[in-house]
């Protein structure tokens, strides 16, 4: 097996409210980004295929919250 890093910076503002962010490479060149905010009614949300670096915005309320890719701050 091989287990490689993944650089992450985040950044949570969150009231009474608790999400989970993961990323699954499935073939070794691409990757997808899951989030979910636990107690909510919607389902997961994905995005990707990604190759290359990518950043993400989660807002909203736990029954009303977006998942959005957002420009990557340098």
């Known amino acids: 097996m091989d287990i490689k890093a993944y650089s992450t ?13 993961w990323v699954e490479d499935s073939n070794d060149e691409t990757y ?7 107690g909510s009614f919607e389902k997961k949300k994905l995005r ?3 190759n290359a670096g990518a950043c993400f915005i989660i807002k909203g309320s ?7 890719q957002v420009t990557c701050k340098p």
Request: charged share 25%; with cysteine.
């Open 48 to 50: 990707g295929p990604f």
């Open 32 to 38: 997808t980004v899951y989030a979910k905010v636990l």
């Open 62 to 68: 736990v029954d009303d919250w977006k998942f959005d």
């Open 9 to 21: 910076d985040t950044e949570l503002a969150l009231t009474l409210c608790s999400c989970r962010i």
